[in-house]
């Protein structure tokens, strides 16, 4: 078994012990880890119970759980927000021609798709292909969709606060948890590996991996709706006082500086809503896997 899946199999933790750990594992030092030194502390953890904490983090913020696979830099749980926030905060931006918005989407929806598919439950087998076709899939319908709004917006000459700034934090909130449920799709048809306490695996569920989805497509719309709506709300009240109107330039400066203060808390929050180690009571689960196992409480990794 891993040695961070083994931890987050053994620390039963609350939310705040959660969120402390990620603060940690979110440190954008663990972009530019050497491949050398992620051996090094994988190494000293197969080998050794009592190697340091240092050791824990850098293995558990780099490798999949599931596989051991090296993360690529770019799709880290530490790189979501240096590469988000940017394009939440063009996403929301006033939009005159439909064209301007073309990119930020098809970047916000491709980097989130992706992110979703590497960072995703890997127990089960999947071929590259697949992956490949349902990632273009999910990418065009989720740019799509959050071009609808915007599209909307422009012909019928739309201006009122609930189609400029509502609607489209509602539909990037909802289109961010589907995204995760669309890239993810397979876990719940296929099924991912359950564990008992000590990493052995019971057999593949169905509907862990349903669990699994909802729970991180949940933790989803909690980031980026709270990342998108919150600055809207400061913009809202901002553009009625004295300054703007003397700086009207400022709106955009202090949107963007929301928007990612927003998103440095939102994003180690909505990673520790639910443990990385999902439980799921063996009651739920499918009929073979219950007759496989004396176990009440049964062990899956949610993903990110």
């Known amino acids: 078994m891993e040695p961070n899946v083994r931890f987050w199999i053994t620390e039963r933790q609350s939310f705040i012990q959660r969120f402390l750990q990620w603060t940690e594992l979110l440190d954008p030092t663990n972009l530019v880890i050497s491949i050398e030194k992620i051996e090094k502390s994988r190494q000293l953890l197969l080998t050794n119970e009592d190697a340091s904490r240092g050791d824990l983090e850098d293995k558990r913020s780099t490798v999949h759980p599931d596989n051991s696979k ?19 905060f063009l996403s929301m931006l006033p939009v ?15 980097y989130s798709t992706i992110f979703n598919l590497v960072n995703g439950n890997a127990s089960y087998d999947r071929r590259p292909h697949e992956s490949v076709l349902l990632g273009a899939g999910v990418i065009a319908s989720s740019t799509f969709f959050g071009l609808l709004p915007r599209l909307l917006q422009v012909k019928f000459s739309l201006s009122t606060v609930l189609s400029r700034n509502v609607i489209p934090v509602l539909v990037l909130a909802q289109l961010s948890g589907m ?124 993903g990110v």
């Not at 090296?70 to 939440?88: E, G, W």
């Not at 005159?96 to 491709?110: A, G, N, R």
Request: glycine residues 4%.
């Open 70 to 88: 090296l993360i690529p830099s770019p799709f880290r749980p530490a790189a979501l927000l240096p590469f988000t926030a940017p394009m939440v």
């Open 179 to 302: 995204n995760v449920v669309a890239s993810r799709s397979l876990e719940p048809m296929r099924g991912i590996e359950v564990m008992d306490k000590e990493g052995n695996v019971i057999g593949y569920s169905r509907k862990a991996g349903a669990k699994a989805i909802k729970d991180t497509a949940t933790s989803r719309v909690v980031l980026f709706g709270s990342s998108a709506f919150i600055p809207e709300v400061f913009s809202y009240f901002f553009k009625r006082t004295q300054f703007f109107l003397q700086c009207p330039w400022s709106l955009w400066t202090l949107k963007l500086s929301c928007t990612i203060l927003v998103m440095g808390l939102m994003v180690p929050v909505s990673f520790s809503v639910f443990p990385q180690i999902g439980r799921i009571q063996c009651s739920e689960l499918e009929k073979e896997i219950q007759s496989a196992t004396e176990e009440t409480e049964l062990f899956y990794n949610r």
């Open 96 to 110: 005159k021609k439909l064209k301007s918005m073309i990119l930020p989407q098809v970047s916000f929806y491709t």
